[in-house]
C-alpha cells in the first residue's frame, strides 16, 4: 500500500501503509450488538436540464499546488490562494491574473513533507474594516501553527510584525495534519486536526480529549487569549468543511484509512460533543475489531469505498440560482476524490423534505478539460463553485445562457 502515498501526494490526503496499520484483534467472546446506522445516501444522477447549461472553465492557471481559495470582499474580482509550498498569492480581475509579487511568503517557515506545508486560510468576518486574516502551516519541526496576521489596505503585502500566534500543536507523524479553517455562526474560528500521522492513530488521539489532535477545534480569536476549546472528536484527517449559515449546517469531509471515505452534515446545536468514531470506526463501519458498537457516533450522511477513489476533497456550502433540481435555492456542498475523476454534491431539500445527493462523475467527465488530482474547492466572486487541481488549476462551474432558437425562413 506504500503505492499510494506515493500517488496522492498532497496535504491532506491519507497515508495508508499497511506495514504501520495495528492488526485488529478478534471479536470479544461475548457479541456486540451493532446499531445500524442511517440508511446510505446513494447518489442519482443530476436532471439533464439541470446541467446542459453548466460547463467547466480554466479561471486561473499557472499555480504551483494550490490549496484552497477565498474571494476577497475588498474586490469586485478578487482571491487569495493559497500554495502548499508557503506562499499566499493574490489574483485580481474578471478574468484573474496573479500578482507578480507574493502577498505571503513563509516558505522558508513551513514543512515540506507530502501532507505538510500551508494549508488553509481564513477571513476574518470583519475582513473589510480590520484587514485580519489566518493561517494554518506546518512549522519546520512539523506543528502544526495557527497565526493571525494583517493585510494592507489593498490585501497586496502583510507585514510578519503583525503575527499573533493562536495555536501550536506538536505532530509527531509528517501526515494528517487536517489544516483548514472556517469560521463559525458565534465569530469564532473553527480548526480541523487529523489525529496526528501515521496509520490507524497509533496513539490514540482522535478519541483522547486530552489531546487537541482528531479534532474540530474552536478559537476565540477577539479574545485577549484564543484557547483552544474541543467542540468535536474522532475525526481522522478532516480534509476541508464548511459552515451554510442559512440552514446552520456543518459539512464536514473526513479522509478513510483503507476502506472508505465519509462525508458528515451535522446541525450547528448538534456539533458540540459530536464523536465522529475513529478509531474505533471508520465512518459507518468499525474498524479495530470486527464489531463494535457505533451508537454514540455520529453516522456519515454519506461514503463510498476505496473501489471508487482513494481519498476525499471536501468542498464548500454556497447557493446557486443555477441548480433549481438540487435543493430549490438551499446550500450545496460538493465533495470530490483526489485520485479518481468523482464529483458529487449533497443539499437538503426542505420542499419534499428529502437529503438530494447526485453524482456529477459522468457530467465532469464530459468536459473540454477534466481536472485531474482535484484537492479543494472556493466560491468564485460571484459566488459559484471553483475547483482546485494541485496539479496548478482552478476551475469555475459557470452558467452558459440557452441560446434563442435561430429564426426559421418564411417561404
Aim: with cysteine.
Amino acid at each position: 500500500m506504500i503505492r499510494i502515498v506515493m500517488i496522492v501526494g498532497l496535504a491532506g490526503a491519507a497515508c495508508r501503509s499497511s506495514s504501520t496499520e495495528p492488526a485488529r484483534t478478534a471479536a470479544d467472546a461475548t457479541p456486540v450488538t451493532v446499531p445500524q446506522p442511517p440508511p446510505l445516501l446513494a447518489p442519482e444522477e443530476p436532471l439533464a436540464s439541470s446541467i446542459q447549461t453548466i460547463h467547466l472553465v480554466p479561471l486561473l492557471g499557472g499555480l504551483s499546488q494550490p490549496v484552497a481559495v477565498i474571494a476577497l470582499p475588498t474586490y469586485k474580482h478578487g482571491y487569495l490562494i493559497v500554495e502548499k509550498g508557503g506562499l499566499l498569492r493574490l489574483a485580481v480581475g474578471e478574468s484573474p491574473r496573479l500578482a507578480a509579487k507574493p502577498v505571503l511568503d513563509l516558505t522558508a517557515l513551513v514543512s515540506k513533507g507530502t501532507e505538510q506545508g500551508l494549508l488553509g486560510l481564513a477571513l476574518h468576518p470583519k475582513f473589510a474594516k480590520n484587514r485580519k486574516l489566518y493561517v494554518n502551516f506546518t512549522d519546520l519541526e512539523g506543528a502544526t501553527k495557527v497565526w493571525e496576521l494583517t493585510a494592507n489596505r489593498d490585501a497586496t503585502a502583510i507585514d510578519l510584525a503583525s503575527k499573533r500566534e493562536l495555536l501550536s500543536i506538536e505532530q509527531p507523524y509528517e501526515n494528517h495534519n487536517g489544516g483548514h479553517l472556517v469560521f463559525g455562526p458565534e465569530g469564532d474560528l473553527y480548526v480541523g486536526t487529523g489525529d496526528g500521522g501515521a496509520a490507524g492513530d497509533p496513539h490514540g488521539n482522535a478519541q483522547n480529549s486530552a489531546s487537541l489532535l482528531g479534532k474540530l477545534l474552536r478559537l476565540d480569536v477577539d479574545g485577549p487569549i484564543a484557547a483552544p476549546a474541543i467542540v468535536a472528536r474522532g475525526l481522522r484527517n478532516p480534509w476541508r468543511f464548511d459552515f451554510d449559515p442559512g440552514t446552520q449546517m456543518w459539512f464536514i469531509a473526513d479522509v478513510g484509512q483503507n476502506r472508505y471515505e465519509s462525508i458528515y452534515a451535522v446541525a450547528h446545536e448538534s456539533l458540540q460533543g459530536a464523536n465522529f468514531g475513529w478509531n474505533i470506526a471508520e465512518g459507518r463501519h468499525c474498524f479495530l475489531t470486527p464489531q463494535c458498537d457505533l451508537s454514540g457516533f455520529v453516522a456519515p450522511l454519506t461514503d463510498y469505498s476505496h473501489a471508487e477513489g482513494c481519498s476525499v476533497s471536501g468542498g464548500v456550502a454556497f447557493t446557486s440560482r443555477y441548480y433549481p433540481s438540487h435543493g430549490g435555492g438551499h446550500p450545496i456542498f460538493f465533495y470530490a476524490d483526489f485520485c479518481k475523476p468523482l464529483l458529487r454534491s449533497l443539499t437538503w431539500d426542505s420542499k419534499w423534505p428529502r437529503w438530494h445527493h447526485l453524482d456529477w462523475s459522468g457530467w465532469l467527465a464530459s468536459q473540454a478539460t477534466v481536472p485531474a488530482n482535484i484537492v479543494a474547492f472556493g466560491k468564485s466572486s460571484t459566488g459559484e463553485l471553483l475547483i482546485l487541481s494541485l496539479d496548478g488549476t482552478i476551475y469555475q462551474m459557470s452558467y452558459r445562457m440557452p441560446q434563442p432558437a435561430a429564426p426559421q425562413p418564411t417561404t
